[in-house]
């Protein structure tokens, strides 16, 4: 999943913590996946990075709609994200478009599992869009690639954790029998 998360400094330009934009890839451009991207309003904190991160996870869950989907979401942080969801249907051609909420205990959840999963990288993310020395005028956006996240990491990388020990115990058993 590639995020460009942007921070807007000026909170007086949105009531909401935070926006998530999904962005599909162009037809002519295969090497090019799509992209959501987030943009948050005032301080940035980990907490509120990690809640619009999990819109954006969320809102490709939801099942509205397809890969090629535009979202567009704004995240509060006492009402959860709210937004729609339009794509074109396949076989009609027609334009489609959905109403998304995902409720804010939802959020909380899926954040919770980022910052346990993800939690270094965003803060990390956090302390670049905070950093002082920003060129003046300049936007404050940093490209991320986040995957497999949310309950994948664990799965995809347990194997290979496990075949690493065998591994190890493998090459400390070779080693401790090696000699004359």
Known sequence: MDVLVMLE???D????????????????????PSRDIVTLYGV?????????????VESHRSGEGNSEAIR????????????????????TGQLVT????IPLDILHATAGRLLSECGQLIRRLVAGLAM?????????AITVSLGPIVGLTAPV????????DRL?????????????
Do not use: K, Q, Y
Not at 44 to 56: G, K, V
Not at 98 to 101: H, I, P, Q, S, V
Not at 132 to 140: I, M, V
């Open 9 to 11: 400094e000026n909170p």
């Open 13 to 32: 330009h949105s009531p909401v913590l935070a926006h998530v934009n999904s962005v599909p890839s162009p037809l002519s451009s295969s090497e090019r």
């Open 44 to 56: 940035p904190s980990a907490e509120s990075l990690a809640l619009a991160l999990a819109a954006a």
């Open 72 to 91: 567009h979401l704004g995240v509060w942080a006492e009402r959860g994200a709210v937004g729609d969801a339009a794509w074109r249907d396949a076989r």
């Open 98 to 101: 959905r109403d998304l909420e």
């Open 132 to 140: 002082p020395d920003w060129p003046e005028g300049a936007r404050r």
């Open 157 to 164: 990388f347990a194997p290979i954790e496990t075949m690493l």
């Open 168 to 180: 190890r115990e493998a090459d400390g058993l070779a080693f401790d029998c090696d000699g004359d």
